[in-house]
């Protein structure tokens, strides 16, 4: 089950940008905790092989964090395939993990990112806690 406060911080990235397509939310150990196009009001039940990716993205998150001494933290990683475009950004114990429209600027990227990365404290540490403390309202 997703949280109102996972869905809450869902809501606020879509906000962001009308370019963003799709939507992953990661915990730390690479455990998908919602998953969610753009197109629809609620989460969808990721197959196995979307599960599997998740985890992958977390693995790598956690490899580019042994790497935050020498060279800093990551701010965000902006891939550009054929038919998308991917944006990760490591939020406090949190990976977001988006696709976006092939047609957006590289520039827009930046300020998509560092909108979501400006996200309400509020709604973005009620999100971490929803994850910690059961007695949390579920839907």
Request: hydrophobic fraction near 40%; aromatic fraction near 8%.
């Amino acid at each position: 089950m997703v949280s109102q406060e996972i869905r809450k911080l869902a809501s606020e990235i879509f906000k962001t940008d009308s370019q963003i397509v799709h939507l992953g939310l990661i915990d730390l150990e690479g455990h998908v905790l919602i998953d969610q196009s753009s197109m629809s009001s609620v989460p969808i039940e990721p197959d196995k092989d979307r599960m599997m990716f998740y985890y992958q993205v977390g693995l790598r998150r956690s490899r580019r964090e042994h790497f935050n001494k020498a060279y800093g933290l990551t701010q965000y990683v902006h891939i550009v395939r054929e038919k998308m475009q991917q944006l990760i950004l490591y939020l406090p114990m949190l990976t977001v993990y988006l696709t976006i429209d092939k047609d957006l600027a590289p520039d827009k990227i930046a300020q998509v990112a560092k909108k979501i990365q400006n996200i309400d404290k509020k709604i973005l540490d009620d999100a971490v806690n929803s994850l910690f403390f059961a007695n949390k309202t579920k839907i």
